[in-house]
């Protein structure tokens, strides 16, 4: 699969554990996109304000990234989503303010299991058709944004138990309401998330034990919910900088540098040196079992992301990220093996 295949989609969602880098993963695709001449609207879950952040350092930058004026964020928020709802289908205003004012109502919207999950997800699923929706009464309710339509749509999703809380409802909620409205809701919502040509789920971890065994829950949980992962992102790879044997041979090097010698700059310099070749030598090995363990696990394309070294990590790193991104996928889909694979050294 190019990186065109998966920008191709209207919907694309982030999910990974905590940290692992959702928020760049999507950044980077974002810019790719709005770098091919697509509208993109990004989305995340009311509370979160990384993406926006990542963003605003976007807009900020010295050198901003092309096509960040086709590049829209949304905050989406399940209570309100509901609220934008009821206003649809109810439009006398006056009763509306009366419902949401009562106590009733909040204590309902704080206690339905679900329902907000099921109210954001339904907002997502508007935002993402609203190329074709120009006959639901929401597009003509002018509610959220008026501007054009977006072509592509990327969710950051929270963390991952709460990603597929999200992801999960439209299905409960099919189940739960075997008639009626929301049934009908939920099989527009659920039809648009199981359609692979529509809709993708990035699947983002970086390769280490714990992450990586959340991953492979992450995986199982997305197939019990019907709804393939479109690529795997591994984050943070490190490389090694040496092979073994050259690795070894600095390491017999720097134990002969006797301790008075290694107060000298240069000598100090050679030791530090050789410790943190060590370490990454370390760290690639680590990568490099649960990379294997995560590819076993997939058959969708593998995306391999370096660890970027810097000072700060800011919008050029990733747009490095992007740039990286592009590289892999492009590898994958030119060598047509058997499981996608984004190898070697990031530069
Ligand atoms: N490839 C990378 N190389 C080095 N550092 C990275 C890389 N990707 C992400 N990071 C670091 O990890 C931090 C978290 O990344 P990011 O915000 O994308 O993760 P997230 O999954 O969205 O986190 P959260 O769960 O907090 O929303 C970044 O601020 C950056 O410092
Ligand atoms: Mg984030």
Known sequence: MSLADLLSRRLLFTVGKGGVGRTTVTVALALEAVRRGKRVLVIEFEGARGLERALD??????????????????????????????????????????????????????????????????????????????????????????????????????????????????????????????????????????DPSKTGVVVVSIAEEMPANETLEILAGLEGIGLQHAALVVNQVHAAPCSEEELDALRREAETVEPLEAAASDAALFVEAVRRAEEESGWARINATHVARLEAATRAPVALLPYVFCEEFGPEQVREIGRVLRARFEETSASAKPRGVGRGRAS
């Open 57 to 194: 350092a976007h807009r900020q930058a010295r050198d901003p990234a092309p096509g960040l004026d086709r590049l829209t964020y949304l905050a989406v928020d399940g209570k309100r989503a509901l609220e934008e709802y009821l206003e649809m289908i109810i439009p006398v205003r006056r009763l509306l303010r009366t419902i949401f004012d009562s106590a009733i109502y909040q204590y309902f919207v704080a206690a339905a299991p679900g329902l907000k999950e099921l109210m954001a997800i339904g907002k997502i699923w508007y935002e993402a058709n609203r190329a074709d929706a120009e006959g639901d009464p929401r597009a003509a309710n002018g509610n959220a944004d008026d501007g054009p339509h977006p072509d592509l749509v990327i969710v950051d999703a929270p963390a991952t138990g709460h990603s597929l809380q999200y992801l999960r409802m439209p299905q409960a909620a099919h189940e739960a309401f075997p008639v009626g409205l929301v049934h009908r809701e939920a099989e527009r919502v659920l039809s648009l998330l199981r």
